[in-house]
């Protein structure tokens, strides 16, 4: 499992972190929702690993997510972007078709 972090996404991971105090909770990526056009969506929120979980270390957090979310996020990237008002986190996949705009 290859996914990788922006510089900006780690700091601002770190900082959200410091927020959650201790212990610890695990960044999970998950299947949001599918769109027609058979993309998927993702979300992420801390959350605790499950037995099932696969886990990525990653600059002092742990990113965790299961099997099926999983085929979805080799060579992935996970960016941060602020655009005036808007902000946010942005899977980014090598891989993925053009989406309908859901």
């Known amino acids: 499992m290859a996914i990788?972090?922006?510089?900006?996404?780690?700091?601002?991971?770190?900082?959200?972190?410091?927020?959650?105090g201790d212990p610890k909770p695990d960044l999970r990526i998950h299947i949001q929702h599918?769109?027609?056009?058979?993309?998927?969506?993702?979300?992420?929120?801390?959350?605790?690993?499950?037995?099932?979980?696969?886990?990525?270390?990653?600059?002092?957090?742990?990113?965790?997510?299961?099997?099926e979310t999983a085929q979805y996020l080799d060579d992935a990237e996970v960016d941060f972007e602020e655009r005036g008002v808007q902000r946010g986190f942005v899977i980014r996949r090598p891989n993925a078709g053009h989406c309908c705009g859901h």
């Open 34 to 67: 599918r769109c027609g056009c058979g993309n998927v969506h993702f979300g992420m929120g801390w959350d605790e690993r499950r037995p099932e979980d696969e886990v990525v270390e990653q600059d002092g957090f742990r990113v965790v997510f299961d099997k």
């Open 4 to 20: 990788q972090f922006t510089p900006e996404a780690v700091k601002e991971l770190k900082e959200l972190l410091k927020q959650e």
